[in-house]
Antibody, heavy 116, light 108 residues
Framework: QVQVVESGGGVVQPGGSLRLSCAAS????????MQWVRQAPGKGLEWVAF????????YYADSVKGRFTISRDNSKNTLYLQVNSLRVDDTAVYYC?????????WGQGTLVTVSS | EIVLTQSPGTLALSPGERATLSCRAS???????LAWYQQKPGQAPRLLIY???SRATGIPDRFSGSGSGTDFTLTISRVEPEDFAVYYC?????????FGQGTKLEIK
């Protein structure tokens, strides 16, 4: 069955960096676009970024543009999100999801906490 | 960016009642590329409806979506106990893709 599992979250100081990973299985990863969505504690969902199936195109929310980079390694069935220049308001659970359009399958998320 | 406004913020119903959730966009949603998701506490969201009215795999037929342009609706024909959750709409026709703020369906 389709599965995506996020990892790489943790506690980081403002201005710091992390690399989030999302391991995919149960489908042909290289044929699907992938996305990241985040959810601050007690808040709603916020779309973060999209990458095309072959990595040729990426799109970002304005709130993260220039600080976050989405990428993928189709040989490893893995999606990444490099998060730099972190701010307190980046604190959230980060979900990866399969799909170029609607978000068909979601992982359980990885928590990023930005705090001094 | 397209702003999605969901109403009501909270909907209190009894099991067996009909639920009607609204999602209004600040501008027309391209090709009705709008989805609905359900999220229960401590869980990841789950896709219910895509392209405004198509049910995702495994979603019961008591869930239905409708609408076009700027006005969209999610209807649950008869609410079951497991349906009490938060529901989000999302448009994915225009970048940046955006979510509504959510409607909480709670037990009356």
């Amino acid at each position: 069955q389709v599965q995506v599992v996020e990892s790489g979250g943790g506690v980081v100081q403002p201005g710091g960096s992390l690399r989030l990973s999302c391991a995919a299985s149960g489908f042909t990863f290289s044929r699907y676009g992938m996305q990241w969505v985040r959810q601050a504690p007690g808040k709603g969902l916020e779309w973060v970024a999209f990458i095309q199936y072959d990595g040729s195109n990426q799109y970002y929310a304005d709130s993260v543009k220039g600080r976050f980079t989405i990428s993928r390694d189709n040989s490893k069935n893995t999606l990444y999100l490099q998060v730099n220049s972190l701010r307190v308001d980046d604190t959230a659970v980060y979900y990866c999801a399969k799909g170029s359009a609607s978000l068909e399958n979601w992982g359980q998320g990885t928590l990023v906490t930005v705090s001094s | 960016e397209i702003v999605l406004t969901q109403s009501p913020g909270t909907l209190a119903l009894s099991p067996g009642e009909r639920a009607t959730l609204s999602c209004r966009a600040s501008q027309s949603v391209t090709s009705s590329l709008l989805a609905w998701y359900q999220q229960k506490p401590g869980q990841a969201p789950r896709l219910l409806i895509y392209a405004a009215s198509s049910r995702a795999t495994g979603i019961p037929d008591r869930f239905s979506g409708s609408g076009s342009g700027t006005d969209f609706t999610l209807t649950i024909s008869r609410v079951e106990p497991e349906d009490f959750a938060v529901y989000y709409c999302q448009q994915y026709g225009t970048s940046p893709r955006t979510f509504g703020q959510g409607t909480k369906l709670e037990i009356k």
